[in-house]
């Protein structure tokens, strides 16, 4: 019987969502909706292009992965995400009673602890997982932008 797809597995794949975005210019955050272990839903961040400061990759996955099983709530679903979730994302989260966020870099500065915002009480969550690869993305981006200015 084949094991199940582990948590560094799906932050792979919210990495890849992350390449996507910085190919595009585009703060490089990704996110991966999983449920039953497949992924129903992908994102990332599209503010530049959409110009809409709402465009964040987990934004992007709660709409795809609301409309894939064609309901607002998200339970039983996982989302893994690149980096901490900000506090809208979280609110967005809140609201759509996703069961489990796992993401991998901590956002000391913007992220949903930081400003002390609150998960539903019965989503769980786990961080760190592919921290450095998840960091180094983001830092690369932000060296190479502020080399341009």
Known sequence: MLE??????FMKKALQEAEAALDRGEIPVGAVIVSDNRIIAKGHNLTETLTDVTAHAE????T???SFLGG???KDCTLYV???PCQMCAGALY???ISRIVFGASD???GYRKMGTQLHPKTQVSHGILASECSKILDDFFKARRRLN
């Open 108 to 110: 000391d500065h913007r």
């Open 82 to 84: 690149t980096l901490e």
């Open 59 to 62: 934004m992007q996955a709660i």
């Open 95 to 97: 609201w759509s009673q």
């Open 72 to 74: 607002k709530y998200l």
């Open 4 to 9: 199940p797809f582990d948590d560094a597995y």
């Open 64 to 66: 795809a992965g609301s």
